[in-house]
């Protein structure tokens, strides 16, 4: 038979039992609260970041057609046997068209230099030009250099990548 004071024991228990889980309930949606909240707030910074880089590459993808055409009023330009004919953007590159002159200097030569540190050849080429670097860096464009022999005809095409570019930057 129960007795008053176990039943009391047996209610006092259940109230407890079911503050406890009340508890731990509320605790784990104050926990999933905050946690959505930082997960909300990391994806606005995240969101920000993106906006912010993908301003910055935006406003180097308009202002790269100006700088082309600025560099192509000075070409054709030559020096010690290549002469640097034209320059355009293409599927995210930046392109230099360049004919050797093989009298002068050797085809083979020069394009193994260029290919085994193409970035280096980026960077002097384009050494009185810093902004044109900058802006292909932010527009996360590639380099390509198809290179012409001016007497046999043969062509090399050597190409840095964007990533590439990016990494020396850093």
């Known amino acids: 038979m129960l007795t008053f004071s176990a039943w009391g024991n047996y209610r006092r228990e259940k109230v407890i039992t079911e503050r406890e889980k009340q508890e731990i309930s509320s605790q784990k949606d104050e926990k999933q609260e905050i946690s959505s ?8 910074a995240i969101q920000e970041d993106m906006v912010e880089l993908n301003n910055d590459v935006i406003e180097a993808r308009k202002v790269l057609p100006e700088l082309v055409e600025f560099l192509k009023q000075g070409l054709p330009a030559t020096r010690e046997g290549m002469s640097w004919t034209d320059v355009e953007i ?7 068209h360049i004919t050797i002159d093989e009298n002068v200097i050797n085809f083979n030569e020069v394009t193994k230099y260029v290919e085994s540190d193409g970035l280096d050849f980026f960077q002097s080429i384009n050494a009185n030009n810093p902004q044109l670097i900058k802006k292909v860096r932010l527009a996360k464009y590639n380099f390509s250099v198809e290179f012409k022999g001016r007497n046999s005809g043969r062509t090399k095409w050597v190409t840095v990548l964007a990533d590439e570019i990016q990494k020396a930057s850093n």
């Open 37 to 44: 909240q930082k997960d909300e707030n990391e994806g606005k």
């Open 90 to 96: 293409d599927n995210n590159a930046l392109i230099y």
